[in-house]
């Protein structure tokens, strides 16, 4: 994990900034991608040198004004630009991610009754907390307590049958930075691991994308209907923010459904 985060952030985040996105005029010959440390100063309306200065992480701690400036000209939305604050603030932090032991059991109970759709629950290191047996059927040896979905996605076997591989994965690491905390231990074991053994997980979590991701679609193989599209919704447990829960579903009525009901005893 890094040791200068706000520095690798404001550095990933200029480099994926082009000149002509902010008005700047691009000469022929510029070899540099993304915006120079003197261009992003210049547009965020404070010195190269300051700026400078927290790139290499000697000032960590810029004003609200300052970071709110600066995410204006690197075009941050406000989900990055909240992820920035919480990066140069340390009373801004992210609890960090619980594990089965911190969590109150009775907070997740509600899964032993709830059998109308695939339901799980994640800390925000991707760590399957809970499942109930429809989840368990649905993706076996993934939703299931004790497995990481980020190391499940970044396995050869998700990267050759996950359709959309790339948007995926981008999507998932988006969400997991936003969720924790940058220097939340269990995120830098996950991260270390990766890191050292797959060269995709490296390219995308550099790019320090930070993205709230609520619903979608992802499409499983189901015995007997070939692969089905469903639907997902994630979703707060208000007794623990720290958690959350993924619903998987499909919409009254469909084949769809008929394929994910086929999955109950």
């Given at each position: 994990m890094d040791n200068n985060p706000v520095g690798e952030f404001l550095r990933a985040r200029r480099e994926t900034v082009q000149p002509e996105d902010v008005g700047l005029?691009?000469?022929?010959?510029?070899?540099?991608?993304?915006?120079?440390?003197?261009?992003?100063?210049?547009?965020?309306?404070?010195?190269?040198?300051?700026?400078?200065?927290?790139?290499q992480g000697k000032d960590a701690h810029p004003s609200d004004q300052v970071v709110n400036a600066i995410a204006k000209a690197l075009l941050l939305d406000d989900q990055a630009t909240a992820y920035l604050q919480r990066l140069v603030s340390p009373t801004a932090t992210h609890p960090f991610a619980p594990t089965l032991a911190d969590v109150d059991p009775a907070d997740l109970d509600f899964l032993t009754w709830w059998d109308h759709s695939a339901a799980y629950v994640t800390n925000g290191c991707q760590d399957v907390l809970a499942a109930n047996a429809l989840a368990g059927r649905l993706a076996p040896g993934v939703y299931e307590p004790g497995r990481n979905l980020m190391l499940a996605l970044f396995s050869d076997t998700a990267k050759a049958t996950v359709s959309d591989w790339e948007t995926v994965a981008s999507e998932m690491l988006a969400a997991t930075r936003e969720r924790t905390d940058a220097n939340d231990p269990r995120l830098h074991e996950i991260v270390g691991e990766l890191s050292l053994t797959d060269t995709d997980f490296r390219r995308i979590w550099a790019r320090h994308d930070v993205k709230t991701c609520t619903h979608g679609t992802t499409s499983y193989p189901i015995h007997g209907y070939g692969v089905v599209e469903l639907r997902w919704q994630q979703l707060s447990i208000r007794t623990d923010p720290r958690l959350a829960l993924t619903t998987t579903f499909a919409l009254p009525g469909s084949q769809e459904e008929t394929a994910l009901r086929s999955l109950l005893p």
């Open positions: 005029y691009v000469d022929a010959g510029r070899r540099v991608s993304g915006l120079r440390r003197e261009e992003v100063a210049q547009l965020a309306g404070i010195s190269s040198d300051y700026y400078l200065r927290l790139e």
